[in-house]
């Protein structure tokens, strides 16, 4: 599983690169070129990569938490995601700023965006960086709602719902719509009392209640042996289901009619747990072995995926001067900004001050780590 939360996070390269050349978006860095291939290939992937990211992030959590203890399992969290969250803002976001500076009126007009951008923050100042301010808000939720219903003894009456979901398969379905019109409920909600977006466009009601609510799916499957061994069971049929639905929230996604606004926040979860079963499940077939390559990806993927977008909008910023076809760009820019950004982890991971900056771990865990990785026979492991 961890296999495919690296990869899910290094998706994220080439989807960064796609926006600076699709047709749909208004990104901080944008190209005259565009391409419609490289539009639906990004379309397709936002539907589901992040989503699929928080499900897994929730199961892990409630996994960790009766191993380790709410309180350990939190400051924990607290150090891996809020340090290289904050080494991020201080570090990657100026570069960001800058670029698009740049980009937008030559370079001249850096500094004063920078300055700019510094003294009212917006979401050019966090671009990716955004899912790390989540995961570390659903974890101090999360720990919350563990410590209430530890003390209200709720663990009873969550079983007894898994247990009727267990005899009564359609209910799973019907609750898969439930939280598609949660979703939709509280994004209404949250466009009436006009706070859907927050902070510059950093905080995103809608988004943040869908990426939470995937987040606590993950923690109901990982409570139930049975349910994960359910979900990773490949089902062809579902499989269909999740190609189909995710297509159609492709299509809808970007299109400003409230119908269309209504109908992605009401598939977001849907297609979320969806594709989650099919990315696990064929997880379970196809990258149930360790390798070289998956042990290399798992350990740079933090690190390469902080860095790349800075990485990304520089090159953008000296190929816009070029007119080369947007496919051939954004190949390119895709190459480079890998190579780019594996030199740079290869970099950091010699350096043990920089592996706490930028993967929040002390280097005897991650040595640990990585001996544990290299130990680890074929297995089933996804």
Same mark, same amino acid.
């Given at each position: 599983?961890?296999?495919?939360?690296?990869?899910?996070?290094?998706?994220?390269?080439?989807?960064?690169?796609?926006?600076?050349?699709? &047709?749909? &978006?208004?990104?901080?860095?944008?190209? $005259?070129?565009? $391409?419609?291939?490289? +539009?639906?290939?990004?379309?397709?992937?936002? +539907?589901?990569?992040?989503?699929?990211?928080?499900?897994?992030?929730?199961?892990?959590? *409630?996994?960790?938490?009766?191993?380790? =203890?709410?309180?350990?399992?939190?400051?924990?969290?607290?150090?891996?995601?809020?340090?290289?969250?904050?080494? %991020?803002?201080?570090?990657?976001?100026?570069?960001?700023?800058?670029?698009?500076?740049?980009?937008?009126? #030559?370079? +001249?007009?850096?500094?004063?965006?920078?300055?700019?951008?510094?003294?009212?923050?917006?979401?050019?100042?966090?671009?990716?960086?955004?899912?790390?301010?989540?995961?570390?808000?659903?974890?101090?939720?999360?720990?919350?709602?563990?410590?209430?219903?530890?003390?209200? =003894?709720? =663990?009873?009456?969550?079983?007894?719902?898994?247990?009727?979901?267990?005899?009564?398969?359609?209910?799973?379905?019907?609750?898969?719509? *439930?939280? #598609?019109?949660?979703?939709?409920?509280?994004?209404?909600?949250?466009?009436?009392?006009?706070?859907?977006?927050?902070? =510059?466009?950093?905080?995103?009601?809608?988004?943040?209640? *869908?990426?939470?609510?995937?987040?606590?799916?993950?923690?109901?499957?990982? %409570?139930?042996?049975?349910?994960?061994?359910?979900?990773?069971?490949?089902?062809?049929?579902?499989?269909?289901?999740?190609? &189909?639905?995710?297509?159609?929230?492709?299509?809808?996604?970007?299109?400003?009619?409230?119908?269309?606004?209504?109908?992605?926040?009401?598939?977001?979860?849907?297609?979320?747990?969806?594709?989650?079963?099919?990315?696990?499940?064929?997880?379970?077939?196809?990258?149930?072995?360790?390798?070289?390559? $998956?042990?290399?990806?798992?350990?740079?993927?933090?690190?390469? !995926?902080?860095?790349?977008?800075?990485?990304?909008?520089?090159?953008?910023?000296?190929?816009?001067?070029?007119?080369?076809?947007?496919?051939?760009?954004?190949?390119?820019?895709?190459?480079?900004?890998?190579?780019?950004? !594996?030199?740079?982890?290869?970099?950091?991971?010699?350096?043990?001050?920089?592996?706490?900056?930028?993967?929040?771990?002390?280097?005897?865990?991650?040595?640990? #780590?990585?001996?544990?990785?290299?130990?680890?026979?074929?297995?089933?492991?996804?």
């Amino acid at each position: 599983m961890d296999q495919l939360r690296a990869i899910l996070m290094l998706i994220g390269i080439p989807y960064h690169v796609g926006l600076v050349y699709a &047709a749909h &978006a208004v990104w901080i860095v944008e190209s $005259s070129e565009k $391409s419609l291939p490289v +539009t639906w290939v990004i379309q397709f992937s936002h +539907t589901f990569r992040m989503p699929v990211f928080f499900l897994i992030a929730g199961f892990f959590s *409630a996994l960790m938490i009766p191993r380790r =203890g709410l309180g350990l399992w939190l400051a924990g969290r607290a150090w891996r995601i809020g340090i290289p969250l904050l080494t %991020s803002l201080i570090l990657v976001s100026p570069l960001m700023v800058l670029a698009s500076g740049v980009a937008a009126g #030559g370079a +001249t007009n850096a500094i004063p965006t920078l300055l700019t951008e510094m003294s009212s923050p917006s979401a050019a100042w966090t671009v990716h960086l955004w899912f790390l301010l989540y995961l570390l808000i659903y974890c101090m939720l999360f720990a919350g709602l563990w410590l209430l219903g530890s003390r209200w =003894g709720l =663990g009873a009456p969550i079983g007894r719902v898994q247990d009727r979901i267990e005899q009564n398969p359609w209910l799973g379905w019907l609750g898969l719509a *439930a939280l #598609g019109l949660v979703v939709l409920a509280s994004a209404v909600v949250a466009a009436k009392l006009d706070i859907a977006y927050l902070m =510059g466009g950093i905080f995103v009601a809608g988004q943040f209640v *869908a990426d939470g609510v995937m987040f606590l799916v993950g923690a109901l499957i990982a %409570s139930r042996p049975t349910w994960f061994e359910a979900f990773i069971r490949p089902r062809w049929p579902v499989w269909a289901v999740a190609l &189909a639905t995710a297509v159609t929230m492709a299509v809808f996604q970007d299109d400003d009619g409230d119908m269309s606004r209504a109908i992605t926040y009401f598939l977001m979860p849907v297609v979320g747990v969806l594709f989650a079963h099919l990315l696990l499940s064929s997880a379970r077939l196809w990258l149930d072995r360790r390798t070289r390559l $998956s042990a290399a990806m798992v350990e740079a993927a933090m690190t390469m !995926y902080l860095v790349h977008v800075p990485i990304v909008l520089w090159l953008t910023v000296g190929f816009l001067a070029v007119g080369w076809p947007a496919e051939v760009e954004f190949l390119l820019i895709t190459i480079i900004t890998v190579a780019a950004s !594996y030199g740079f982890h290869c970099l950091v991971a010699r350096h043990p001050i920089l592996v706490v900056l930028f993967n929040g771990q002390a280097a005897s865990a991650r040595a640990k #780590g990585s001996a544990i990785v290299k130990a680890e026979p074929s297995g089933t492991r996804a």
